[in-house]
């Protein structure tokens, strides 16, 4: 029997700004001086200096191991022991396994084509002008986030890749983690022969400093904040610094009246529960009506077999078995990201209302169908507003190694530049390069 217990309450450390002191700010727009410096040096820099500073510093991570490993125990004991809830302590979580894969994932960035200096377009005008657009870094990234170590080394690699120097606050708890592995980072660097100040850390300034980055306009070219939705909201309404808006995943799996039922329940199962602490684990799952009761019994069952609570409409509640608790469930409930073994379950009555329910209660991040009807799949992908749409797929795919863009800063659910996984392209911009023969305008 699944038993329901409280929530805790998601800690937030960095959600509330607090004005920095004079001498917070200075140093903060320091680092920032020094970062964009770097930045400058790193822009004539080839792909072979750059790849070989990412294989560099996935060796580095890997030769200190049980050195990032214990300082991780310290973050997470000391986290737990606070209250942090288990999909924030999953996300902060790293074991040699995570470690290996962290550096994996920097090799496959390398193995990457370099975007800086690709053509976007081009051409030669009737008066002999020659134009290119071509893609250039954006300088100095700004990064904002928390309880998650491996964006420390995702947003570093990605960003020397695109070549751009990066700020990161990642917040206070995993302080120690980030500590040592910057230090490794920056060490890398500096063997490589490119300025450790390309990777700089302003956790030792706190919530103050977390403020002067989001000022440091002119200086830092753009900010992304990855975490929770309190501290999203506080960065992009207290930045003046251009921000790339990540978003929480209130994701949905809708099992159409003609999905393969097989199917549905291994991609539910995967969706929800492969790892939960994520922002594209599925949380409310909407069933067509016509196979309500072919599906829910086993789908409930499985699921609550695996330890997820349950919040379902009436009609999930009558098709549940006897031996599985399904709590009612509530509008907060329908538009809750939950980061735990816990999903909400509704049955619907058409795809119309399926999709209503998306729109109502989506923040835009990933959406999937599972059916075998061509026309409700086109009209699912046409009509449902989000940064992923997966067909007869797990959610858990909106993840930029798993699209092939080797690493990700974050998943934007914004419209603007970038939008879903952002890799090296959405840390990029552009330049117009005009090539004239002592051309002057009419």
Known sequence: MTVVTPRPAVPTPDATPAAPAPDVESAVLDVARRAKVAARALATANRGTKDAALHAIADALVAATDEIVTANAEDSERERAGGMDAGLLDRLALTPARVDAIADALRAVAALPDPVGDVVRGQTLP??????????????????????????????????KSGNAVILRGGSAAIRSNELIVGVLRDALEAQGLPAD??????????????????????????????????????????????IETGVGNVHVYVDASANLDQAVEIVMNAKTQRVGVCNAAETLLVHADVADAFLGRMLTALAGAGVVLHGDERTAAAAPRDVVVTPATEEDWATEY??????????????????????????????????????SERFVAEVDAAAVMVNASTRFTDGGELGLGA??????????????????????TKWVVHGQGHVRP
């Open 127 to 160: 008066n002999g002008l020659r134009l290119q657009q071509l893609r250039v870094p954006m300088g100095v990234v700004g990064m904002i986030y928390e309880a998650r170590p491996n964006v420390t080394v995702d947003a570093a690699g990605l960003a020397l």
């Open 198 to 243: 390309l990777v700089q850390t302003i956790d030792a300034y706190g919530r103050p400093g977390g403020v002067a980055l989001m000022h440091a306009r002119g200086l830092v070219d753009v900010l992304i904040p990855r975490g929770g939705a309190s501290l999203i909201r506080t960065v992009v309404a207290e930045s003046t610094v251009p921000v």
């Open 339 to 376: 980061l735990a073994l816990e999903l909400a379950v509704r049955v619907v009555d058409s795809l119309d209302e399926a999709i209503d329910h998306i729109r109502t209660f989506s923040s835009g991040h990933t959406e999937a169908i599972l059916t075998n009807d061509l026309a409700a």
């Open 408 to 429: 990700e800063i974050g998943i934007s659910t914004q419209k603007l530049h970038a939008r879903g996984p952002m890799g090296l392209a959405e840390l990029t911009t």
